[in-house]
């Protein structure tokens, strides 16, 4: 072989090793900043470490903030990531409507966002990735219409009570709507009876989906309207933390003998135990470590200035299903916001062990209960 050719393929040698050098070990690395509500609410967590590791793992550094579900810290730790020059914004948003200003300044640094699990109404947000959320309610809704067999309630009529989500999280209005549309036929119908009254999001919402909340409402209906022997069936919960809440009024102040059918969402420890234990029904479960595959997939994607639209998907050969759907969202009114939406699963004791264990997401003691996979 001649000396230059030799020299050529060592050039071309070094330049593919440095290739393969993990980024991380590189200059210029590239820098992920991701912006998570709260450690109080068991799912961010999970979520956090999710992105964090996968980020990680395919050599980009990150900076990881929670936020305590206070607003104002989310924008300023938001600042903090923009002024520290991360290159691309993951973020789930406390208020989807307060982040107008700091995402400008993100713009103007050309710092791309991408809207993790809920939506930011600001036209800087350049992709939203998340779970098809009005399907989370009708899952909910749907399990209700199928247990209590209300197709064929015949002359039986059931006493059911709603609590939905924060108002400032844009997901809470697509659970409640999702479930009261597979409810509401039966509503009107007269089979299902909400006692209290309460059917409109603004008087079901739960600020912050904060279980002490959730609690004293509760125990507020349950004083108020079935103290009087009054049966309640169903306590329709948008997620795991208002049904926690939910559960221990029952336990504690109601004073029926029926088992009353509680849905939840996130399959929290805490929920799984209740599930195990018959304290509730179900929850939907929505694998966010898949969550994070999709970001960290559609964040490199867009850091190689590639064009993302729908062939993410295949390009990508996810064992799991997303869609990529550019009607349902839109960040400012006609401004629609191109998503990547992941299908959730109904989980109740019959599938504990094929939903979540077989996947890996949790492990069983010997004695049923779960805990989340290390
Ligand atoms: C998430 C739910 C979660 C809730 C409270 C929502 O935005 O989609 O999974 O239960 O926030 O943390």
């Not at 809470?172 to 007269?190: H, K, T």
């Not at 603004?202 to 209906?221: C, G, H, K």
């Amino acid at each position: 072989m001649k000396k230059k050719t030799v020299a050529i393929l060592l050039t071309a040698m070094m330049a593919m090793s440095a290739m393969a050098i993990p980024a991380s070990a590189e200059e210029g690395t590239k820098k992920i900043g991701i912006a998570m509500p709260t450690q109080s609410l068991e799912r961010w967590n999970r979520d956090g470490a999710y992105l964090d590791e996968q980020f990680k793992a395919a050599g980009y550094d990150t900076e990881l903030v929670y936020s305590d579900n206070q607003i104002d810290r989310q924008v300023n730790d938001i600042q903090n990531m923009i002024a520290d020059d991360v290159d691309l914004l993951v973020i789930a948003a406390i208020d989807g409507e307060a982040l107008n200003t700091v995402l400008e300044e993100a713009a103007e640094k050309e710092i791309p966002v991408i809207s993790y699990d809920r939506l930011i109404k600001s036209d800087a947000v350049a992709y939203y990735v998340s779970f098809d959320n009005y399907t989370v309610g009708t899952l909910q809704g749907q399990y209700v219409v199928d247990t209590l067999d209300l197709d064929n309630a015949g002359d039986a009529t059931y006493n059911i009570e709603f609590t939905a989500g924060d108002p400032a999280d844009n997901n809470a209005g697509y659970f409640f709507n999702g479930a009261y549309d597979v409810l509401s036929p039966y509503i009107e119908s007269g089979v299902l009876n909400v006692v209290s009254g309460q059917t409109d999001f603004d008087s079901v919402a739960t600020p912050s989906w904060d279980t002490q909340t959730a609690l004293e409402r509760m125990q507020n209906i349950l004083a108020s309207y079935y103290a009087d022997g009054t049966q309640l069936d169903v306590a329709l919960c948008s997620n795991d933390s208002t049904a926690l809440g939910v559960s221990q009024a029952i336990e504690s102040d109601y004073a029926g003998d029926n088992t009353v059918l509680i849905t939840g969402q996130d399959g929290d420890e805490a929920n799984l135990a209740n599930i195990v234990d018959g304290k509730q029904s179900m929850t939907v479960y929505k694998a966010v470590a898949n969550e994070a595959v999709v970001t960290l997939d559609l964040a490199e994607a867009m850091l190689n200035g590639e064009t993302v639209d729908g062939s993410l998907i295949e390009a990508s050969a996810w064992d799991f299903d997303c869609a990529y759907d550019t009607e349902s969202y839109e960040t400012s009114e006609g401004n629609k916001c191109p998503s990547f939406l992941l299908v959730p699963t109904v989980v109740t004791t019959e599938n504990l062990q094929e939903a979540l264990v077989d996947p890996g997401y949790y492990t069983m003691d010997d004695d049923g209960y779960l805990h989340p996979a290390e």
